[in-house]
């Protein structure tokens, strides 16, 4: 594993360039919900730039590898940009792998913000550079009218200071289309996090959606899961057999043995997971028997969605009755 390096934290005045590694703006306007979005940055003391190909739209909702590529070369290439975010997720991002210049992103650490998709492209930067990007909220998540609170908290804490945060269970969830209509929004309230083996653990962080993860196998983009406290999610397309089946595949990897925990977060409805289920998914890793497991975590692709450094470093206690998740450097 490559020295690990953090990028510099956000300040009022900072610049944000969008990029669009995964499906297109173009996309995403077909709601748009830019107002909400530009007051938000506003608050924050943040301006907003964009890429120049982030409208580009192809039969994948999507652009070509080399729009996408000169997009994030010219974000981290400039010296202006203090973080990089990206619009929204998808299915492609892992195709940018083999094209990245990663000396040009090693020698200009910023921040990187995004998940789901986006997850091949954090993980990728941890194995090649050892610099730390951020699982969280997409440039059109800050859309989100109401309920958007705990995601924002979890947010500027952890990319605009460095003292620990610890993550505690929302008490409200959502899991609706809240892009689609945002005067009718669902809210379920939090039975909790879900402990499902105790312990301790503390360890580099390494994760975010599990199925995109996954595809880093077998290349120089997988970074070493020895010492790695595990943070995963998955979405709606994850449901039990296909989560179960993609952890297992996760475990087997060479360096799996030495994880010193693992966090999953929040699924969404249509998955059609439970906590039963994901109990004996847990039983059937013998990894997982001897490190902290915790569940329900706010996480993925539910919200409110917490901010998480990976390849920063993490906490997470376990007992029977309460658990803890500490992100110590970040």
């Known amino acids: 594993m490559t020295n690990v390096v953090f990028p510099p934290k956000l300040k009022a005045g900072d610049v944000v360039r969008v990029v669009a590694p995964s499906r297109s703006r173009a996309m995403v306007m077909e709601h748009d919900h830019t107002g909400v979005i530009a007051a938000r940055f506003a608050e924050l ?7 120049a190909h982030v409208n580009e739209r192809d039969a994948f909702d999507s652009s070509s590898i080399a729009s996408r590529v000169a997009d994030l070369h010219d974000a981290f290439a400039d010296p202006s940009v203090a973080a990089i975010l990206t619009v929204i997720g998808g299915y492609n991002s892992n195709e940018l792998l083999p094209y990245l210049d990663w000396e040009l992103i090693r020698a200009n650490p910023k921040i990187l913000c995004g998940y789901s ?15 730390v990007t951020y699982s969280g909220p997409h440039w059109s998540t ?27 269970p929302a008490a409200h969830w959502s899991d609706d289309l809240w892009f689609l209509d945002q005067d009718k929004r669902e809210l379920t309230p939090n039975d909790g996090w879900w402990p499902m083996r105790p312990g301790s653990g503390e360890g580099r962080i390494v994760g975010g959606n599990l199925c995109t993860l996954n595809l880093l196998q077998g290349t120089p983009y997988m970074p070493s899961l020895d010492g790695a406290l595990l943070i995963v999610e998955d979405d709606l397309e994850s449901h039990p057999a296909t989560f179960a089946r993609d952890l297992t595949s996760l475990l087997q990897l060479p360096g799996a043995a030495g994880i010193r925990g693992l966090a999953i977060g929040r699924f969404q409805n249509a998955s059609r997971m439970s906590r039963p289920l994901l109990e004996q ?5 013998p990894l997982l028997a001897r490190v902290p497991v915790l569940a329900n975590v706010d996480v993925g692709h539910t919200h409110p969605l917490a901010t998480f450094p990976i390849g920063g470093q993490g906490r997470l206690v376990v007992t029977d009755t309460e658990a803890s998740l500490t992100l110590l450097r970040h």
């Open 117 to 131: 998709d986006i997850s091949a492209l954090q993980n990728a930067i941890l194995a090649r550079t050892g610099l």
């Open 45 to 51: 003391g943040l301006t907003l730039t964009y890429g």
């Open 281 to 285: 998914i847990i039983g059937n890793q």
């Open 142 to 168: 800050f859309g989100m009218r109401d309920h958007f609170e705990q995601t924002l908290g979890w947010f500027t804490s952890v990319m605009f200071d460095t003292a620990p945060v610890e993550l505690t």
